[in-house]
């Protein structure tokens, strides 16, 4: 048996060859040289990515267009725009990556250009895109004077907002590019949203929904907010609000 360091290649060839010649000499020992199998990861192919026309934001105007002479009309608050779960805008269209609200809340035209302006310079127009999902700002807001006493009619229109429903998406970006390219920018312009939102992609929503089912079809308590408030178990029609007698506690 052969102790001590490895030997130099010329070493190995004379012990190799020892070990062939003596074959009935078991403590011989031969020495096989190996190389680690390198495991060569594909790069994700991009070929179904389809490009719009404008790679990135276009400018939203701060004042929705209206005919000339026609006076804009005022709006009361109508939170229903805001409460309640979003029906239609809920998927990608690229089903590449994208923001979602996870909260109601509205935004101004100046969330418009944060995000218009911090996309731009973070990704690379030549292979990505951003494109909105939202309506620019269309709801007026009214607002009074400082300092001036109460009555005389509704106010001016201070400035228009977009009101946002929970699961509504706010923008996507693709083109060939991963998710973990395109977290950090979301997760940058999502910290000065005026609600909760988070930057998923495609598959990680499908699976969110996913796990969402599964838990409520696997939970054994039966006794779960929806079916207290529809059996009125302690009154709870007294003192809970529409909102949540409507969604059970959801989409606040």
């Avoid at 269209?93 to 996309?119: D, F, K, N, S």
């Avoid at 929806?226 to 989409?251: A, E, Q, T």
């Amino acid at each position: 048996m052969i102790h001590g360091r490895i030997p130099s290649v010329n070493g190995l060839f004379r012990q190799c060859v020892q070990t062939f010649l003596c074959t009935n000499q078991p403590e011989c020992l031969s020495y096989l040289q190996t190389r680690g199998l390198r495991k060569h990861v594909l790069s994700p192919s991009y070929e179904g990515v389809q490009f719009p026309e404008r790679n990135k934001l276009k400018f939203m105007e701060k004042v929705p267009p209206y005919p000339a002479g026609m006076r804009p009309p005022k709006m009361q608050k109508n939170l229903k725009f805001m409460r309640g779960p979003e029906l239609v805008h809920t998927d990608f269209i690229h089903g590449q990556y994208g923001i979602v609200a996870q909260a109601p809340g509205r935004l101004v035209h100046g969330h418009y250009e944060m995000l218009r302006l911090t996309i731009g310079r973070k990704i690379d127009a030549s292979r990505m895109f951003a494109i909105w999902r939202i309506d620019p700002p269309w709801q007026p807001v009214t607002k009074k004077g400082q300092g001036k006493r109460m009555g005389g009619g509704k106010g001016a229109i201070d400035h228009y907002v977009t009101p946002v429903k929970h699961g509504r998406v706010i923008l996507e970006i693709g083109g060939r590019c991963e998710f973990e390219e395109v977290k950090p920018i979301l997760k940058e312009v999502i910290g000065k949203l005026p609600f909760k939102a988070i930057g998923v992609s495609q598959q990680m929503l499908d699976e969110m929904r996913i796990k969402e089912r599964e838990l409520e079809a696997s939970n054994i308590n039966p006794y779960t907010l929806k079916y207290v408030i529809r059996n009125n178990m302690g009154k709870s029609h007294l003192w809970i609000s529409p909102n949540d007698r409507k969604y059970f506690g959801k989409h606040r």
